[in-house]
């Protein structure tokens, strides 16, 4: 299990975590927050949700705390265990129990890896009740004010393989993200990797002419954050043409005919 912590996001000296609204999703999710409501954040893999979740983070001044789900990932591993020490036995708190002690924002990435009766332990969180039962100690810990739980998952990519329940999906309020916009998206490469604009809107271009491949064999289109990292390997000397190979098509597809229809795409993009 993947556990980022945040614990400092109320110092006010904390650098903002830049993000670039592409709607109305800053005030959706301040409104969720005050009104103590869960949040799932739909989108494809790349497109802001984590940043996003960081600058919201940063913007209500509530310490985060962010797990990686994967299938292996087991209650336990989110609501705490006893560990064995010289002494004796001792509780420790998982994850989201400190989220909830201690009014953080519990992010969960990508929740539909987790299993489903991992999952269920959220379901006391979502409601009225803003409870986290702990058996293994028989403790029902109150959630403490500016606890919120927010997740996330890629839609276009789980439908074929996992999904949340109905009686999951329900407990949340539901904040569809997707690419930006071209403009937006050429000031998020522009100010992340540091390169010219005309190099940016290159980037976006050959991205928006990929992403028209979603149908036709391609399972996965590029993201920004894909943009990102070529241009950050143009603005490192490699050329243009070379960033876009290994970080854009390579990534992307191992089929030899996909590679060599990518790799035309970005020849002729980048002339």
Known sequence: M????????????AAEPWYQPSGNEISLFEQCHQHQLAVMLKGPTGCGKTRFVEHMA???????????????????????RYLIQHNGTVWQDGPLTRAVREGAICYLDEVVEARQ???????????????LPIDKTGEHVQAAPGFQLVVSYNPGY???LKDLKPSTRQRFVAMDLDFPAAEHEVTIVGHESGVDHATATGLVALAERIRQLRDRGLAEVPSTRLLIAAATLSR?????????????????????????ALRDLVDSSFI
């Open 117 to 131: 009766d991992t999952v269920v332990v959220l379901h006391a969180l979502t409601d009225h009740r803003r409870i």
């Open 2 to 13: 993947t556990i980022n912590l945040d614990l400092n996001q109320s110092d006010t000296k």
């Open 58 to 80: 940063w913007r209500l001044q509530r310490p985060l705390i962010t797990i990686a789900c994967h299938d292996d990932l087991a209650a336990s591993d989110l609501i705490g």
């Open 158 to 160: 789980q439908r074929m």
């Open 236 to 260: 490192s000397g490699i050329s243009l043409r070379e960033a876009c190979y290994a970080a854009i098509v390579s990534p992307l597809s191992d089929e030899p005919s996909m590679i060599a």
